[in-house]
């Protein structure tokens, strides 16, 4: 599920518009149905979080299942605290328990344990007091850092046989990262996909796609319904040029048209409309791009990104932990060859670099609005 821009008026109720989230990751009921471990992963800004809590609510409405999504974040402060970020972990699973789960379904009082073990023992004790197999999305996993993250995965591993009546049945790790990064952090080999590694649980990584055409005629197409105002096939085709299905780049050309420049009800949406929003967006430095542009500082993205503005390959191996890290942030495009991810990202990352005239290779200092 994505949520679409805000058509609030004067008055008006506010309206979302939305993308199923079972279209979205299709697969994830059957990889639950299979006491599956996976991973799922997306840049920001793609709608993860947003399909992640739709596709639990799911799971837990038809019945056959305690699913719960919740962030990692709340961990994040804690550092290399072990105890400390468990702690914070739990009560912040506890928090959206309370709101998300039928009082049945919420976890008992978490038992004592020592710092390594505190996360084993309370989804253990969880596991057992649940009259349904028990399904929890760790999102943001990212947010978890050095020894913290080790521990975390090393207690998801150490339990998983133990699954369904001791452990929970399936788990989701949900972040920016792929597969061989968890690896990497559990201490395998991320190159040995298949071989021994202390990680080596995880049955599937799932990429959440951006939009297809079809899905932008759709979400599009949901504000026509319930206004009246029609976008042309050819602004939506346009729109979709543009951003390649980007979600959050197809939602804020609607948003920055209906809501910043008031395009009337009466007014059919045209490509002329989506290149006004385009420039708007570019000129306004909207949040979201603004994040994408200061990782043009790193080294590694630079080392990508330069010779991708230049038109030539990075002098890189296709499966590169760098241009998968930069693939990762949605930056390129996620399959060969390597080119931006999309139309407006290249534009805006060529608009940055000339602004503050560094050639690749030279620190970068952006210039901000």
């Not at 009921?29 to 739709?54: E, I, M, N, S, W």
């Not at 799911?58 to 719960?68: C, H, I």
């Amino acid at each position: 599920m994505a949520r679409w821009f805000n058509t609030a008026g004067p008055c008006v109720p506010e309206k979302h518009y939305m993308i199923a989230a079972s279209a979205r990751l299709p697969e994830v009921p059957r990889l639950v149905a299979r006491d599956g471990y996976f991973v799922v992963h997306a840049p920001r800004q793609t709608g993860k979080t947003t399909t992640l809590l739709a596709l639990a609510d799911e799971l837990t409405k038809a019945g056959q299942y305690a699913a719960m999504h919740f962030s990692c974040e709340a961990a994040r402060a804690q550092g290399d605290d072990v105890g400390a970020a468990t702690r914070a972990l739990l009560d912040q699973i506890r928090t959206v328990a309370r709101t998300k789960l039928p009082q049945g379904l919420q976890p008992p009082p978490w038992p004592e344990a020592s710092a390594g073990g505190l996360l084993t023992a309370a989804l253990a004790a969880w596991a057992r007091a649940c009259p349904l197999p028990l399904v929890l999305f760790f999102d943001e996993i990212d947010a978890l850092q050095g020894p913290t993250l080790v521990s975390v995965l090393g207690q998801l591993r150490a339990n998983f046989s133990q699954r369904p009546g001791d452990f929970p049945a399936s788990v989701a790790l949900c972040g920016l990262r792929d597969l061989r990064d968890y690896k990497t952090a559990s201490g395998g080999n991320p190159n040995r996909l298949g071989g021994p590694s202390p990680f080596n649980i995880i049955v599937k990584s799932l990429r959440l796609k951006d939009f297809t055409i079809e899905d932008v005629r759709n979400l599009y197409g949901q504000h026509t319904a319930a206004t009246g105002q029609e976008f042309t096939p050819q602004s939506v085709e346009h729109a979709f040029t543009l951003t390649a299905g980007q979600p959050w780049l197809v939602n804020a050309l609607a948003a920055e048209i209906i809501d910043e420049m008031a395009v009337p009800a009466s007014t059919p949406i045209t490509p002329d409309h989506m290149e006004q929003a385009k420039e708007r967006l570019i000129r306004a430095r909207a949040t979201h791009l603004d994040s994408l542009t200061d990782k043009l500082n790193e080294p590694r993205v630079k080392a990508i990104i330069g010779p991708v503005l230049a038109g030539t390959e990075p002098a890189e191996d296709p499966v590169s932990d760098d241009l998968q890290y930069v693939r990762d942030l949605g930056l390129i495009a996620e399959t060969p060859p390597v080119r931006a991810a999309n139309p407006i990202y290249r534009e805006v990352i060529a608009r940055v670099l000339s602004t503050v005239n560094s050639p690749v290779g030279r620190p970068i200092t952006l210039v901000r609005a």
